[in-house]
């Protein structure tokens, strides 16, 4: 089996060792970046969702960044957020912030009950430069 072309954003390797999982991995084009959530440097939530997203949105970058990205490469968002129906109205203003310009990437939102102490929690897939 070959092995996996890891990308590893600078400082949060001990935050991946712990949990034993590939912060993205690179193949045929396409960067798969595993969910990110407003997690500080030591693994903590941020205390509020709106910091909590821009956390997420900071970490999210970091990787990107590793890897060559933007936010622009981003071709599929998927949002994970526990109880949508009442933090959607924070969440997304927040994420405005950092969406960028039309035409946006594809999104798909799920309800789950469950992120580890998170509220919300952002998995893509993004276009490597050429």
Not at 31 to 55: A, K, M, N, Y
Not at 66 to 82: L, R, Y
Request: hydrophobic letters at 40%; one cysteine or more; a negative charge.
């Amino acid at each position: 089996m070959a092995k996996r072309d890891v990308v590893f954003p600078k400082g949060r390797q001990d935050l991946y060792d712990r949990y034993r999982y590939s912060p993205a991995v690179k193949t045929n084009g396409l960067l798969f970046v595993s969910g990110q959530v407003g997690s500080r440097e030591d693994g903590s939530p941020e205390p509020d969702i709106e910091s909590q997203v821009r956390r997420a949105f900071q970490n999210l970058n970091a990787i990107l960044a590793e890897a060559g990205c933007t936010f622009d490469d981003v071709q599929d968002v998927t949002v994970f957020m526990i109880d949508p129906a009442n933090i959607l109205e924070r969440v997304w203003p927040v994420v405005m912030e950092y969406w960028g310009e039309a035409p946006h990437p594809t999104l798909t939102a799920v309800g789950v009950t469950w992120l580890a102490g998170f509220d919300v929690e952002f998995k893509v897939v993004a276009k490597l430069p050429a």
